[in-house]
């Protein structure tokens, strides 16, 4: 039981094989803009944290979540979120 | 219902909040086995009244830590920092003053394998400390980690 809880808990915690680059290029246009993480978060509606798992790259936000960034941001979706 | 825990929780909270529930009902569920497994032998552990407090209470405290540790515990308006430290308080005056007793050797902790009322009284606010004791260091954690 103890066993099976420990790679519970490992697998919620840990990043896994399919873990997302950084995206750095969210954290300079914030940074363009003088917001903190927390200033991008209120004006987005989500908590400090989630920004910071977004920038990280532990997160992968969903389609709304990264439209209401870009525009509070003044960026485009492909500017912050493609792939290169 | 569902709007009204949106509004409180962003995306990635709920997602969290999710996978945690799951776990807490798991560890519930084990919980109750095992007691099960302890009352058809003949082990009386604790009164009914703590064995079904304790039943919820670890594994809301497993959840509740989990939660806490991933940022999911509070959502984004934070308004229940309040409820939390009351919380803290109630482990704090239901856990001290039985400490206090068995340590002065006015009462036992466990006797002929059977938790005491006292035994049983801590075993629960032990669990409310816990939640609070983590939701207090998770908080200055974070506020560390925004002055860096």
């Given at each position: 039981m103890l066993f099976g809880l420990s790679v519970m808990f490992w697998k919620s915690y840990g990043k896994g094989c399919d873990a997302m680059p950084k995206n750095l290029r969210i954290k300079s246009a914030r940074a363009a803009l003088d917001l903190s993480q927390k200033d991008l978060a209120e004006a987005v509606g989500v908590t400090r944290q989630t920004i910071n798992a977004i920038?990280?790259?532990?997160?992968?936000?969903?389609?709304?979540?990264?439209?209401?960034?870009?525009?509070?941001?003044?960026?485009?979706?492909?500017e912050l979120f493609w792939e290169e | 219902m569902k709007r009204i825990l949106n509004k409180d929780f962003d995306e990635r909270q709920l997602k969290i909040r999710g996978a945690v529930y799951l776990h807490t009902l798991i560890v519930?569920?084990?919980?109750?086995?095992?007691?099960?497994?302890?009352?058809?032998?003949?082990?009386?552990?604790?009164?009914?009244?703590?064995?079904?407090?304790l039943l919820i209470m670890v594994p809301v405290t497993v959840g509740s830590v989990e939660l806490i540790c991933k940022d999911a515990y509070i959502g984004v308006r934070r308004s229940y920092g309040a409820m939390i430290l009351l919380l803290g308080l109630c482990g704090i005056v239901g856990f001290f003053p039985p400490l206090f007793s068995?340590?002065?050797?006015?009462?036992?902790?466990?006797?002929?394998?059977?938790?005491?009322?006292?035994?049983?009284?801590?075993?629960?606010?032990?669990?409310?400390?816990?939640?609070?004791?983590?939701?207090?260091?998770?908080?200055?954690?974070?506020?560390?980690q925004q002055g860096e």
């Amino acid at each position: 039981m103890l066993f099976g809880l420990s790679v519970m808990f490992w697998k919620s915690y840990g990043k896994g094989c399919d873990a997302m680059p950084k995206n750095l290029r969210i954290k300079s246009a914030r940074a363009a803009l003088d917001l903190s993480q927390k200033d991008l978060a209120e004006a987005v509606g989500v908590t400090r944290q989630t920004i910071n798992a977004i920038e990280k790259g532990d997160y992968n936000p969903t389609i709304n979540l990264c439209i209401r960034i870009c525009k509070t941001l003044g960026k485009t979706l492909d500017e912050l979120f493609w792939e290169e | 219902m569902k709007r009204i825990l949106n509004k409180d929780f962003d995306e990635r909270q709920l997602k969290i909040r999710g996978a945690v529930y799951l776990h807490t009902l798991i560890v519930m569920v084990l919980l109750i086995l095992v007691n099960a497994f302890l009352r058809m032998n003949g082990v009386v552990w604790a009164d009914e009244l703590y064995q079904a407090l304790l039943l919820i209470m670890v594994p809301v405290t497993v959840g509740s830590v989990e939660l806490i540790c991933k940022d999911a515990y509070i959502g984004v308006r934070r308004s229940y920092g309040a409820m939390i430290l009351l919380l803290g308080l109630c482990g704090i005056v239901g856990f001290f003053p039985p400490l206090f007793s068995i340590l002065s050797g006015k009462d036992g902790f466990v006797v002929n394998g059977a938790f005491t009322s006292d035994g049983q009284r801590m075993m629960v606010s032990f669990c409310c400390l816990i939640i609070s004791s983590v939701f207090v260091a998770r908080y200055f954690y974070e506020r560390h980690q925004q002055g860096e």
